[in-house]
């Protein structure tokens, strides 16, 4: 039995799983610019698409993770005012107590504790009405100025490929490496099995 042999075959072809997979990924990126091997272009999987990955991702962006309509739900719940009541208050405490004071002197002497306090609770009353329908006008006004999707799109397809291959493997680092394993275990198996068919039919 040709030991030798053996063992050289299964490390070609534990190297050539591995290799192929490291190739796979690489071209992922690379070349980074297009370039011509006998008249076929070549070109990486990223760079060549990154105009269309980019849409794609302004779309998802733009009608899935952040949905207007959910923004504008966030926005106008009441629960935000309530947790804004203690600055709001503070402030309305200072324009009664201060500012009106300076603002209309002769009215503020005529106005008691009493009626600040009354006048202090229509403020906030009138505010909590008032509150929803302000940010439901804000939001479909900034809907129409701001294009997320388009936002996004540009964002993406203006990161340079360095950029975007730097991105994309510090989310996929791992993955990678455990392709590159799989690729050489399958490799190894394949040897292995080369092997075994090579001494049976002797």
Do not use: C
């Not at 952040?66 to 402030?91: A, C, G, M, W, Y």
């Not at 500012?99 to 906030?124: C, D, H, R, S, Y």
């Not at 439901?136 to 388009?150: F, I, P, Q, V």
């Amino acid at each position: 039995m040709n030991w030798t042999g053996n063992i050289i075959t299964i490390l070609l072809s534990t190297f050539t799983g591995w290799v192929t997979t490291w190739i796979a990924i690489k071209m992922l990126f690379h070349p980074r610019r297009p370039i011509k091997i006998l008249g076929i272009t070549i070109q990486g999987i990223f760079p060549k698409n990154q105009r269309q990955i980019a849409e794609k991702l302004g779309q998802v962006v733009g009608k899935e993770l952040l949905s207007f309509d959910e923004i504008e739900q966030k926005v106008t719940n009441p629960e935000n005012l309530q947790k804004l009541r203690p600055d709001i208050e503070q402030h309305i405490d200072h324009f009664l107590q201060n500012k009106l004071k300076e603002v209309f002197p002769m009215l503020a002497m005529l106005i008691g504790e009493k009626t600040m306090l009354q006048l202090k609770e229509a403020f906030l009353l009138e505010l909590e009405s008032l509150f929803p329908v302000l940010m439901k006008g804000y939001m479909a006004k900034l809907e129409k100025d701001l294009d997320l999707e388009k936002i996004v799109t540009e964002k993406v397809a203006a990161f340079s490929s360095e950029k975007l291959e730097d991105i994309l493997n510090q989310i996929t680092k791992k993955e990678f490496k455990f392709l590159e394993f799989i690729g050489g275990f399958f490799g190894l198996l394949i040897g292995l099995i080369e092997v075994v068919v090579s001494v049976l039919t002797r």
